[in-house]
């Protein structure tokens, strides 16, 4: 909040104390700012989608991940996390169609395999889903239509899920 502030300072000339950018986030500014970032990331990665569509071998490419903050003591018993209060906000982006299949907000203290494991049964033959490990769609079972692999990189796990069909 304290980056953001100085930033409207600098470039916009405006002059707001963290507190006050804080009590300006209310339910419209969260819609207002979720609008925004969805434009941009569909703008700036329209041309890149438009060729992988054209040679996919894929019919989506769903992308999952999440981040989490700690909030002020005051939003405590709002949301919480592990340390007090926190708030985690899950997003899934098919980055095919460019649209924001999931964005959930949730206590910091919910794990993300819980999460991930909750989207099993919206997962479709062809779909290849992106996610770190730690967000895993569940446990694999020999009878799930689903194939993981895990990989090492960039100080992080990627894992790679893909919808296949039992019979193929």
């Not at 600098?10 to 002059?15: A, E, I, P, R, S």
């Not at 979720?34 to 992988?52: D, P, S, Y």
């Not at 769903?62 to 340390?83: A, H, K, M, V, W």
Request: hydrophobic share 35%; proline share 3%; with cysteine.
């Amino acid at each position: 909040m304290v980056q953001l502030c100085s930033a409207l300072a600098l470039k916009q000339n405006t002059f707001l104390s963290a507190e006050g950018l804080n009590q300006r986030f209310n339910e419209k500014a969260v819609s207002f700012l979720k609008a925004v970032f969805e434009k941009l990331l569909i703008h700036q990665t329209q041309e890149a989608r438009h060729l992988c569509q054209r040679h996919s071998l894929f019919r989506r490419i769903r992308i999952l991940d999440s981040t989490s903050f700690q909030l002020p003591p005051e939003i405590r018993g709002i949301y919480e996390g592990c340390t007090g209060p926190g708030v985690k906000i899950q997003l899934e982006y098919e980055w095919l169609e460019g649209k924001f299949l999931h964005a959930d907000v949730e206590d910091a203290r919910h794990h993300d395999a819980a999460y991930g494991a909750s989207l099993l049964s919206t997962i479709q033959e062809g779909d290849l889903c992106l996610t770190r490990v730690r967000q895993r769609l569940g446990k694999q079972n020999p009878s799930d239509p689903l194939i993981q692999k895990g990989s090492e990189g960039f100080g992080h796990t990627l894992g790679v899920y893909l919808g296949a069909r039992m019979d193929a």
